[in-house]
């Protein structure tokens, strides 16, 4: 199975600070990525897909970057909705496997 | 509105079975693949099974594998998760998710949670 190597694991931000998430894939997955956010006692909550195409509904402050086997969740401008955690998620093949997790909590 | 409402969690002693059912409306649910994923509590998104979009082909993550069975009903727009010889460990939320283009989980539903504790 495909391993998913996301980090930080959590992180503390300001509002309007710019943030950066990283995934790493254990082997080449094309642009096969998704991040995904979900906040405390809801479903989780689809924003960029295939690396770097931003969901419908999506705000525009968040973008996805990266192929192979690295990828990159930015946050432009850090909102006080945006406090939440974010995984990512390899849909290259099946298992589908997600990264640990990243917390982003208020500095 | 594309929906999925999961139902069917509860608490069951260590190798007991639960069915868990996902109601699908909003869209043409014989159109799209569909997916399990769990959480533990306090832990992350863990990807379960899969299931094309007419039940032919079936994926499933080595923990269950052998032990839960994913299927669905199109006439009935419903997908369903059979959970046999349940452990401590597959305690969690269970959300079932629509895989969109672009193999995507763009909708997913709320999730139900299964105990499994003597």
């Known amino acids: 199975a495909i391993q998913m190597t996301q980090s930080p694991s959590s992180l503390s931000a300001s509002v309007g600070d710019r943030v950066t998430i990283t995934c790493r894939a254990s082997q080449d997955i094309r642009n096969d990525l998704g991040w995904y956010q979900q906040k405390p006692g809801k479903a989780p909550k689809l924003l960029i897909y295939d690396a770097s195409n931003l969901q419908s509904g999506v705000p525009s402050r968040f973008s996805g970057t990266g192929s192979g086997t690295d990828f990159t969740l930015i946050i432009s401008s850090l909102q006080p909705e945006d406090f939440a955690t974010y995984y990512c998620l390899q849909e290259y093949n099946y298992p589908r496997t997600f990264g640990q997790g990243t917390k982003v909590e208020i500095k | 509105e594309v929906q999925l409402v999961e139902s069917g969690g509860g608490l069951v002693q260590p190798g007991g079975s639960l069915r868990l059912s996902c109601a699908a409306s909003g869209f043409t649910f014989s159109s799209y693949e569909m997916n399990w994923v769990r959480q533990a509590p306090g832990k992350g998104l863990e990807w379960v099974s899969y299931i094309s979009n007419t039940g032919s082909t079936i994926y499933y993550a080595d923990s269950v594998k052998g032990r839960f069975t994913i299927s669905r009903d199109n006439a009935k727009n419903s997908l369903y998760l059979q959970m046999n010889s349940l452990r401590a460990e597959d305690t969690a939320v269970y959300h079932c998710?629509?895989?969109?283009?672009?193999?995507?989980?763009?909708?997913w539903g709320q999730g139900t949670l299964v105990t499994v504790s003597s």
């Open positions: 998710a629509r895989e969109g283009g672009s193999d995507r989980f763009d909708y």
